[in-house]
């Protein structure tokens, strides 16, 4: 079984920066693409970025050009650096690996 936690969200102001981390235990393929995934409230969960074992990246059209996902495979740990920050992103934020979520991280955009 695969656990995943989260950390690294907050509380920041508007054109600010954050960046969350998701680590990886247990019986876990380096070999998978890992995602982040965000809901903000009254809302659908939405895919953020997900990259594969080897790199490459895709992200939504809202965070093109502000926030970058890498990964560490060494340390099992997927990265979500968070710049610009707009109000709009204001949501929880999970890490995803298959169908396993972590437990969220709240991300606070205040203006």
């Known amino acids: 079984q695969v656990q995943l936690m989260e950390s690294g969200g907050g509380l920041v102001q508007a054109g600010g920066s954050l960046r969350l981390s998701c680590t990886a235990s247990?019986?876990?393929?380096?070999?998978?693409?890992m995602g982040w995934f965000r809901q903000a409230p009254a809302k659908q969960r939405e895919l953020v970025a997900i990259i594969s074992s080897g790199g490459s990246t895709n992200y939504a059209d809202s965070v093109k050009g502000r926030f970058t996902i890498s990964r560490d495979n060494a340390k099992n740990t997927v990265y979500l650096q968070m710049n610009s920050l707009k109000v709009e992103d204001t949501a929880v934020y999970y890490c995803?690996?298959?169908?396993?979520w972590g437990q969220g991280t709240q991300v606070t955009v205040s203006s």
């Open positions: 995803n690996y298959f169908q396993i």
């Open positions: 247990g019986n876990f393929r380096r070999s998978a693409s």
